[in-house]
């Protein structure tokens, strides 16, 4: 989907009128189903995994950097 992102970078006001139902299903099509399956399934399952490690690790270095702040004081 470099096309895609390149529409969206290069167009983005006309991204809608580029990127037509008809055309995402063109440039999937070459694709087998299972790559398509497999695909939208780490669409749907990979960010909700993802994102406690980020949020857990953003919210350790924000409490550190805050309790050093608040130590230097």
Partial sequence: MAY???VSIF??????????PWKV???????PK?????M???YIL???LLHP???GIKTKEIRQRFTKAIRSM
């Fill in 40 to 42: 939208s399934m780490n």
């Fill in 46 to 48: 990979i960010p909700p």
């Fill in 11 to 20: 167009r983005p006001l006309q991204y809608h009128t580029v990127m037509t």
């Fill in 4 to 6: 895609d992102r390149f």
């Fill in 34 to 38: 299972e790559v398509n399956i497999f």
């Fill in 53 to 55: 490690i980020v949020y």
């Fill in 25 to 31: 299903k063109q440039l999937i099509s070459f694709l």
